[in-house]
């Protein structure tokens, strides 16, 4: 809705950004939009996104915090194009809830080289990612006693991201920040998060 033209009626994804301010290509109006952060909390299957995710929402009114597995349940997700599209409607949609003037935080565990790569990136004024990360028993635990997952290739493909988010500071074009929950207590790895969102909301500006 903040891209179309309410002049002409354009609602192309062809519009020119520069900063703040959009302009149609088809008559030459141009208007202003909320142009804010976006973040992404990501991490390896069972390392705890959704569970920080959830009482993330419930402790700040400054946040919109959403999940990513709405799009992958309800658009298709068998090849790269098909998680191309994924992001950049995850894009769209945040680009719209911004105007409200508040970030918006996605819960998301792939797709991270995506992210710049898109028609809505432009809308954004940076994109952070932060990756929950935890020792290698700590995370079989969560995933085999906590969600009851007994498949070990399962298992084996959640530790190697995990130590990839442990030895690594980017994947492609976009780089991550490391929250160690090793320890930590859910309500200590909210303020975390909280506490990351904040610096990188005055960093933004």
């Not at 519009?15 to 142009?35: A, M």
């Not at 998301?108 to 809505?120: E, F, H, P, S, T």
């Not at 500071?169 to 200590?188: H, L, S, Y």
Request: glycine content about 6%; some cysteine.
């Amino acid at each position: 809705m903040v891209a179309q033209c309410v002049k002409c009626g354009n609602h192309k994804w062809n519009k020119k950004v520069e900063d703040n301010r959009i302009t149609c290509p088809n008559c030459g109006y141009s208007w202003t939009f909320n142009k804010l952060p976006l973040f992404i909390l990501t991490g390896c299957s069972g390392i705890g996104k959704t569970t920080t995710a959830h009482e993330l929402m419930f402790s700040t009114e400054d946040i919109v915090v959403l999940d990513a597995d709405f799009f992958f349940n309800i658009m298709p997700h068998e090849t790269q194009d098909d998680y191309l599209q994924q992001v950049e409607k995850l894009e769209d949609l945040s680009k719209n809830i911004m105007q409200v003037g508040k970030p918006v935080l996605w819960a998301m565990a792939g797709n991270l080289d995506k992210l710049n790569g898109v028609y809505n990136r432009q809308f954004f004024s940076d994109i952070f990612c932060l990756a929950l990360v935890c020792d290698e028993e700590t995370l079989r635990h969560r995933m085999m006693q906590g969600r009851g997952i007994g498949d070990e290739e399962w298992i084996q493909s959640s530790i190697q991201y995990n130590n990839y988010f442990k030895t690594h500071t980017a994947i492609n074009d976009m780089p991550f920040d490391v929250c160690d929950t090793e320890g930590k207590k859910i309500e200590e790895v909210v303020e975390d998060v909280k506490k990351w969102v904040t610096e990188k909301m005055a960093r933004s500006k």
